[in-house]
Nanobody, 122 residues
C-alpha cells in the first residue's frame, strides 16, 4: 500500500484547506485510515480517522471545523479543514492500518504517506 498526502499550504487564520490522501495497492474502503499531525517540537498526534465501515472518530479539538470523507471511486480520503487556527500548523500525515478499526496510536498504523505541510498565519 502506498499513500500520498497532498493539499497543504500557507493560509491565514480562518481560511480552509482540503487535504487529500490518495491510496494505491489497496482500496481505501478496505483500510482503516487516520490523519495525524506533527507540529514543530511536538509529538505526532491523532486528528481524525475513518474505518472500513465508514465510521469516523475525531480529536475533540477539531470536531466541527474538520471533516473526513472518503471517495471510493477516487480511492482517496479527504480532510476538509475549516476555520483554521495558527495552532493547526503542522505536517499532516495520512496512515492506514488493517485490524479492528481506528486507532489513536501511531505505532498501530502500518502504512504512512509522506506528509503535507499546513501553515496557518495569524
Amino acid at each position: 500500500v502506498q499513500l500520498q498526502a497532498f493539499g497543504g499550504g500557507l493560509v491565514q487564520a480562518g481560511a480552509s484547506l482540503r487535504l487529500s490522501c490518495a491510496a494505491s495497492g489497496r482500496t481505501v474502503s478496505s483500510l482503516n485510515i487516520g490523519w495525524f499531525r506533527q507540529a514543530p517540537g511536538k509529538e505526532r498526534e491523532f486528528v481524525v480517522g475513518i474505518n472500513r465501515g465508514g465510521n469516523t472518530n475525531y480529536r475533540d479539538s477539531v470536531k466541527g471545523p474538520f471533516t473526513i470523507s472518503r471517495d471510493n471511486a477516487e480511492n482517496t480520503v479527504y480532510l476538509q479543514m475549516n476555520s483554521l487556527k495558527p495552532e493547526d500548523t503542522a505536517i499532516y500525515y495520512c496512515a492506514a492500518r488493517d485490524g479492528l478499526g481506528i486507532s489513536f496510536i501511531t505505532t498501530s498504523y502500518t502504512y504512512w504517506g509522506q506528509g503535507t505541510l499546513v501553515t496557518v498565519s495569524s
